[in-house]
């Protein structure tokens, strides 16, 4: 079964520090890998989405790495701000050997990042 | 930007009692979820939908739950009758065909039962 890490647990920097958020999982077999922002008591915003077949991809800010021999994944969060403030959540995303994706995400339990001015 | 949308976004209920969680998924995708989230612990998956039918289901979903696609654009979640252990927040989301499958989700329904 697989089980996703996420460390630290929680994060607090001034703003526009770099940061890196950790996401560990335990089953390598062929998966995409989704990271997604959670303000309080709000729903899941996805911020990027790595292929089982790639290394990384960037979204603004953002950059997420993918190693699938070590089983982690990485969110880099360029020159922070107050705003970047929320939960962040990797899930892992199986899909077949024929790529359809199941849909069926296992998620970690988050990184609580705070940015202070 | 096309978005999931969800309703009612806070419902309390007494036990017992059944409630209807309801979702719009965005307009052109087929592929459906609900997932929920217990105060201060993971966002678990419990169940999908594709071709009007339940596709995959987690041990969490028994029973007591359903859903339903009653029009081209609503999905719901039925709790037949509620438990204390019911109360959490439900995500519904939704994905195209084809593509990375990424799953988008919407602002969730917070499910108060006392």
């Known amino acids: 079964k697989q089980e996703v890490t996420q460390i630290p647990a929680a994060l607090s920097v001034p703003e526009g520090e770099n940061l890196v958020l950790n996401c560990s999982f335990t089953?390598?077999?062929?998966?995409?890998l989704q990271w997604f922002r959670q303000d309080p008591g709000k729903g899941l915003t996805s911020l990027l989405l790595?292929?089982?077949?790639?290394r990384e991809q960037t979204s603004g800010r953002l950059n997420a790495s993918l190693d699938k021999s070590s089983g982690r994944s990485t969110l880099y969060i360029a020159a922070s701000q107050p705003g970047d403030s929320a939960t962040y959540l990797c899930?892992?995303?199986?899909?077949?050997?024929?790529?359809?994706?199941?849909?069926?995400?296992?998620f970690g339990q988050g990184t609580i990042l705070t940015v202070h001015p | 930007e096309p978005e999931v949308t969800q309703t009612p976004s806070h419902q309390v209920t007494q036990m017992g009692q059944e409630v209807i969680l309801r979702c719009v998924p965005i307009?052109?995708?087929?592929?459906f979820y609900w997932y929920r989230q217990i105060l201060g612990q993971k966002v678990e998956f419990l169940v999908s939908?594709?071709?009007?039918?339940?596709?995959?289901k987690s041990e969490i979903f028994d029973d007591q739950f359903s859903v339903e696609r009653p029009d081209g654009s609503n999905f719901t979640l039925k709790i037949r009758s509620t438990k204390l252990e019911d109360s959490a927040m439900y995500f519904c989301?939704?994905?195209?065909?084809?593509?990375?499958?990424?799953?988008?989700f919407g602002e969730g329904s917070r499910l108060t039962v006392l």
């Open positions: 989301a939704s994905r195209a065909t084809g593509g990375p499958g990424e799953l988008f």
């Open positions: 089953d390598s077999a062929i998966y995409n």
């Open positions: 790595i292929q089982s077949s790639q």
């Open positions: 899930a892992d995303h199986p899909f077949n050997a024929g790529g359809t994706s199941y849909g069926k995400l296992t």
């Open positions: 307009s052109n995708h087929l592929y």
């Open positions: 939908f594709y071709n009007n039918e339940i596709s995959e």
